[in-house]
């Protein structure tokens, strides 16, 4: 395997922000290693192994963003701008991806209903910025005034991950997890429900590795474990119960190999050993259980071993497993991508392509990514399919003509992307 010796595979999909089920075959192939998002950059195997070899003579940490890495680029927004969320500098509604054309390196975006974070990325100095709808504290820049542009959220410069929920947000710096906003269900997991006006650190733990925020639920992973707190009302805690709501992060099971989580208002997702696991409300199917009853527990979805993403719409769910793209759940926005309008039940491939690399549900909208392409389907009366119009779509559907896309995030009515790679 081109001379690389004494590195495990464990480090190795580590340290290059792989899923943790990848096999050597995933990572290998005829002695190269497969190309994949490396510190931002789509590297060749070529330049793959030039940095596994560094990795031999010093430490070379890439953070901790779960499946394909970090990626770099410059953000596009689109659909409903009515709080500001698009950061364009105005309150304008888009039908088409618009460029933001702050000279900011973009690594990773998360957005809420109307609420908006991105991590910029200059050489390793990461930096949090928020914009959009702030009348609960949730941009945490100590007001309650709407920004039209990203704003800076403090003056740290190693954030590693944000979430945008309904009116909370939740991220990691330095493996410590911070939240800010709403809090009338305890969702910020500060043992109380006093709002936070600016990022406040939760705990004292150094190893969160992954955060998700819902409307009035979180979910968060620390060296492998699982972790909720808020709202229970529907189960979406994981707990065993319904109604056992929690003030701060409460370890769900003793499992110590989740790999990623993803929430919605009410339901919950999550993979641990390339397993889809899901719990919580589950009025529309959108737990991929089979039926609509909810689950308190987390309960494996299926027998596949693969899962790699996932990522959950209102009702809906999405998921990438061994390349292809599935969905499940409501359906009544074409939200699914299965050529209907119909609710889905049951885990479904959607068409036959392969190859996705990122996914993200919104309200009721979905987007996909493969060979740098978007495609998206759902809900379009605010333009937030981004295909120039106003029409709601039941298949997938590429969303203009660049092959550069590397990152989407979908929210209550628009979306957010990041092109051209820099």
Not at 312 to 338: D, M
Not at 389 to 402: A, Q
């Amino acid at each position: 395997m081109i001379g690389i010796t004494n590195i495990k595979i464990s480090d190795f999909k580590k340290e290059f922000g792989l899923p943790k089920h990848y096999s050597i075959s995933d990572i290998f192939e005829n002695g190269n290693i497969n190309p994949f998002w490396i510190d931002g950059y789509y590297c060749s195997g070529a330049t793959a192994a030039a940095r596994l070899i560094n990795l031999q003579t010093k430490p070379y940490r890439l953070g901790k963003f779960r499946n394909y890495g970090p990626q770099i680029g410059n953000l596009h927004a689109w659909g409903y701008n009515n709080e500001g969320q698009l950061g364009l500098g105005d309150y304008s509604t888009r039908s088409v991806p618009t460029r933001n054309l702050l000279s900011i390196r973009w690594k990773m975006i998360s957005i809420g209903d109307n609420t908006s974070f991105g991590i910029g990325d200059d050489v390793g100095v990461q930096k949090l910025y928020g914009w959009g709808m702030n009348n609960r504290y949730q941009l945490g820049t100590g007001d309650t005034n709407n920004k039209t542009a990203p704003t800076q959220i403090g003056s740290w410069t190693d954030w590693e991950a944000v979430a945008a929920g309904l009116n909370h947000s939740l991220g990691i710096r330095g493996g410590k997890l911070y939240a800010w906003g709403y809090n009338d269900k305890s969702q910020l997991g500060t043992g109380d429900t006093n709002n936070k006006t600016a990022p406040t650190q939760i705990g004292s733990w150094t190893d969160w590795e992954a955060v998700a925020a819902g409307d009035y639920h979180s979910l968060g992973i620390r060296g492998g474990k699982l972790y909720a707190w808020g709202y229970n009302n529907q189960g979406q805690l994981g707990t065993g119960a319904f109604n056992d709501h929690k003030a701060a992060p409460t370890q769900i099971g003793s499992w110590t190999d989740w790999e990623a989580v993803a929430v919605g208002p009410h339901h919950s997702l999550g993979i641990r050993g390339g397993k889809l696991y899901a719990w919580g409300y589950n009025i529309q199917g959108q737990l991929g259980t089979g039926d609509v009853y909810s689950k308190h527990t987390p309960t494996q979805i299926g027998s596949w071993t693969d899962w790699e993403k996932i990522s959950t719409g209102y009702f809906h769910s999405i998921g990438i497993r061994g390349g292809k793209l599935y969905s499940w759940g409501h359906g009544i926005f074409g939200q699914l991508g299965q050529g209907s309008n119909n609710n889905n039940i049951d885990v479904t491939q959607v068409g036959s392509l392969t190859g996705w690399r990122n996914i993200a549900a919104g309200d009721y909208h979905s987007f996909g990514i493969r060979s740098g392409e978007l495609y998206t389907t759902g809900y379009n009366y605010y333009g937030q399919l981004g295909l120039g119009d106003t029409i709601s779509r039941n298949s997938l559907t590429i969303v203009g003509s660049s092959n550069a896309w590397s990152w989407i995030s979908a929210g209550k009515m628009y979306s957010i992307g990041l092109n051209e790679i820099i």
